[in-house]
């Protein structure tokens, strides 16, 4: 749940990219670390931890500053998750406290299983936490639309979007920056819309 | 997932005044008390040189995973952790449900006097937090002067 400090005028949120190995997550955090204009928006480094050969380990970490609302400095964490099957543990301890979730699907046909599986895997990670998906702002972003095999957008929303309220959804080409800021905007938008509905305001 | 709603000046005020006597008593080089989700509550010590932000949310997850190894093996006595290295130091301590108090110090300083004094502290912490939990946390946040109907104006892509 997000932290909203009074005294120093800070709302801190916090995001979690998840998704099946491999399927761009850590790129999203990339591209984003490396095409924020700093003026914009104040960004941290990006901590990753990562195996020798460049897998997610435990997770990476963007701090990102967005600009003040109504005299809120408003700081999004951006975390990845590791998605190979094994880390689940790891995947739970990232999740603690999150308010906003980008679920990054691989686009190609044969990824499709892990797609599934991973979005269970989410339901699951949370539920084990007390937290409902339902209650919690996602989007859905369909990454390697630039490779050959990658299925319909239509299927995937068929597979991961079928659901009685549906949630935005991007198709992506990460390492291009295509769809990145799109989809992190959206769900930069869903969760402010969050805390403005649950706002409290003064009366007149 | 109840963690803290908000902080007010009250709150951040108790706090910074726990952790002004924490590094005093320690001659630590910095005290953070930080959300177990990775968020920096407050803090004391020396800002400029060192990335709070970060240390926080890499902390959290260090004392989180060690805490997960704890329950893997039945141990049940898991408070802290600590990493003793030759300069510098590193202790996390739990603080209650939610949070945690992380210290940074000279290894010169000894990790018992940071322990004995961290006990004190986190307990202070602790009651400070309760009162911030009790209160409504749906007071005092406006965002109403936010158009989130246009989410381009929070991060846009820098033109190369």
């Given at each position: 749940?997000?932290?909203?400090?009074?005294?120093?005028?800070?709302?801190?949120?916090?995001?979690?990219?998840?998704?099946?190995?491999?399927?761009?997550?850590?790129?999203?955090?990339?591209?984003?670390?490396?095409?924020?204009?700093?003026?914009?928006?104040?960004?941290?480094?990006?901590?990753?931890?990562?195996?020798?050969?460049?897998?997610?380990?435990?997770?990476?970490?963007?701090?990102?500053?967005?600009?003040?609302?109504?005299?809120?400095?408003?700081?999004?964490?951006?975390?990845?998750?590791?998605?190979?099957?094994?880390?689940?543990?790891?995947?739970?301890?990232?999740?603690?406290?999150?308010?906003?979730?980008?679920?990054?699907?691989?686009?190609?046909?044969?990824?499709?299983?892990?797609?599934?599986?991973?979005?269970?895997?989410?339901?699951?990670?949370?539920?084990?936490?007390?937290?409902?998906?339902?209650?919690?702002?996602?989007?859905?972003?369909?990454?390697?639309?630039?490779?050959?095999?990658?299925?319909?957008?239509?299927?995937?929303?068929?597979?991961?979007?079928?659901?009685?309220?549906?949630?935005?959804?991007?198709?992506?080409?990460?390492?291009?920056?295509?769809?990145?800021?799109?989809?992190?905007?959206?769900?930069?938008?869903?969760?402010?819309?969050?805390?403005?509905?649950?706002?409290?305001?003064?009366?007149? | 997932?109840?963690?803290?709603?908000?902080?007010?000046?009250?709150?951040?005020?108790?706090?910074?005044e726990v952790l002004r006597g924490f590094v005093a008593q320690t001659d630590a080089i910095a005290a953070l008390v930080i959300d177990k989700?990775?968020?920096?509550?407050?803090?004391?010590?020396?800002?400029?040189?060192?990335?709070?932000?970060?240390?926080?949310?890499?902390?959290?997850?260090?004392?989180?995973?060690?805490?997960?190894?704890?329950?893997?093996?039945?141990?049940?006595?898991?408070?802290?952790?600590?990493?003793?290295?030759?300069?510098?130091?590193?202790?996390?301590?739990d603080v209650d449900e939610h949070c945690l108090l992380a210290v940074i110090f000279k290894s010169q300083s000894g990790a018992g006097v940071v322990?004995?004094?961290?006990?004190?502290?986190?307990?202070?912490?602790?009651?400070?937090?309760?009162?911030?939990?009790?209160?409504?946390?749906?007071?005092?946040?406006?965002?109403?002067?936010?158009?989130?109907?246009?989410?381009?104006?929070?991060?846009?892509?820098?033109?190369?």
């Amino acid at each position: 749940m997000a932290i909203i400090n009074q005294a120093t005028k800070e709302l801190q949120v916090k995001i979690v990219y998840y998704g099946p190995a491999m399927g761009g997550k850590t790129t999203n955090l990339v591209q984003v670390h490396d095409h924020v204009p700093t003026a914009a928006g104040n960004k941290g480094k990006l901590v990753s931890l990562a195996t020798s050969s460049d897998r997610t380990l435990f997770f990476d970490f963007l701090p990102i500053e967005a600009m003040t609302i109504k005299g809120f400095k408003t700081k999004f964490q951006l975390y990845t998750v590791p998605g190979q099957v094994i880390y689940n543990t790891t995947r739970q301890l990232v999740l603690r406290g999150v308010d906003g979730i980008v679920f990054v699907a691989d686009s190609q046909y044969e990824k499709m299983p892990e797609n599934v599986e991973s979005f269970q895997n989410l339901v699951d990670n949370l539920n084990s936490l007390k937290m409902n998906l339902a209650d919690i702002p996602y989007v859905l972003q369909y990454n390697k639309r630039d490779l050959p095999n990658a299925a319909p957008v239509e299927y995937l929303e068929f597979l991961l979007n079928h659901r009685a309220v549906q949630v935005p959804s991007f198709p992506a080409t990460a390492h291009k920056c295509e769809g990145v800021f799109e989809t992190l905007n959206m769900i930069t938008r869903l969760l402010l819309q969050k805390y403005l509905a649950q706002t409290v305001l003064p009366a007149a | 997932m109840a963690t803290l709603p908000q902080l007010i000046e009250e709150d951040v005020r108790q706090l910074d005044e726990v952790l002004r006597g924490f590094v005093a008593q320690t001659d630590a080089i910095a005290a953070l008390v930080i959300d177990k989700g990775g968020f920096l509550l407050a803090h004391r010590g020396d800002a400029e040189n060192l990335d709070f932000t970060t240390i926080g949310a890499l902390a959290s997850g260090a004392f989180m995973a060690n805490q997960a190894i704890a329950r893997l093996v039945n141990e049940k006595n898991f408070t802290s952790i600590c990493q003793q290295g030759e300069n510098f130091s590193l202790f996390v301590m739990d603080v209650d449900e939610h949070c945690l108090l992380a210290v940074i110090f000279k290894s010169q300083s000894g990790a018992g006097v940071v322990k004995y004094y961290a006990l004190g502290a986190t307990r202070q912490i602790a009651r400070q937090l309760a009162v911030a939990r009790e209160r409504n946390p749906a007071a005092g946040l406006d965002l109403s002067a936010m158009n989130v109907a246009d989410p381009q104006e929070l991060f846009r892509k820098k033109i190369s």
